[in-house]
Nanobody, 121 residues
Framework: QVQLVESGGGLVQVGGSLRLSCAPSGRTFSRLSMGWFRQAPGKEREFVATISWTGGNLFYADSVKGRFTISRDTAKNTVYLQMNSLKPEDTAVYYC??????????????WGQGTQVTVSS
């Protein structure tokens, strides 16, 4: 059983930046893709970004393209989400997940507990 632990969330002003990290607790990442999703209060969980296990393939939601960057460091067994030019609508709980290279939450088998990101205007 893979357990994923996110960190790096917090409160930031509009236009600011945050970097989220996701690392496995215990087992290392297997050769699976990693994704970031987010869920705002009263809304469905939505796709943010995904990266293949080699790091060679990346895919972003249109709402974050050009502002967010997903990356992975296999030596450190960590996946990152660099978030720049943050907007109030980016406020949500952010989750990392491990599974197939997809924008669908159903393609991911393991999930972290989430980290809160709040963007204040």
């Amino acid at each position: 059983q893979v357990q994923l632990v996110e960190s790096g969330g917090g409160l930031v002003q509009v236009g600011g930046s945050l970097r989220l990290s996701c690392a496995p607790s215990g087992r290392t990442f297997s050769r699976l893709s990693m994704g970031w999703f987010r869920q705002a209060p009263g809304k469905e969980r939505e796709f943010v970004a995904t990266i293949s296990w080699t790091g060679g393939n990346l895919f972003y939601a249109d709402s974050v393209k050009g502002r967010f960057t997903i990356s992975r460091d296999t030596a450190k067994n960590t996946v990152y989400l660099q978030m720049n030019s943050l907007k109030p609508e980016d406020t949500a709980v952010y989750y990392c997940a491990q599974g197939d290279y997809s924008s669908s939450p159903g393609a991911y088998d393991y999930w972290g507990q989430g980290t809160q990101v709040t963007v204040s205007s």
